[in-house]
């Protein structure tokens, strides 16, 4: 992605791992964890 002139700045934001089969689980400021959730409404793509 980064050798693609429109991708030059992209960073990696995630990881996936075998934790949490089947979900998306974010880490929290905290130090936990949540469940984030299909978005409702208008689809909007995850790029994963």
């Known amino acids: ?3 693609h ?3 030059k700045e992209s960073v990696r934001i995630g990881t996936c ?3 949490h089969p089947g979900m998306v689980v974010a880490a929290t400021g ?3 964890t949540r469940v984030v959730d299909m978005p409702l409404g208008e ?3 995850r790029i994963c």
């Open 1 to 3: 992605m980064r050798a």
């Open 5 to 7: 002139p429109l991708g």
């Open 17 to 19: 791992v075998e934790d």
């Open 30 to 32: 905290l130090g936990g």
């Open 43 to 45: 689809q909007l793509p």
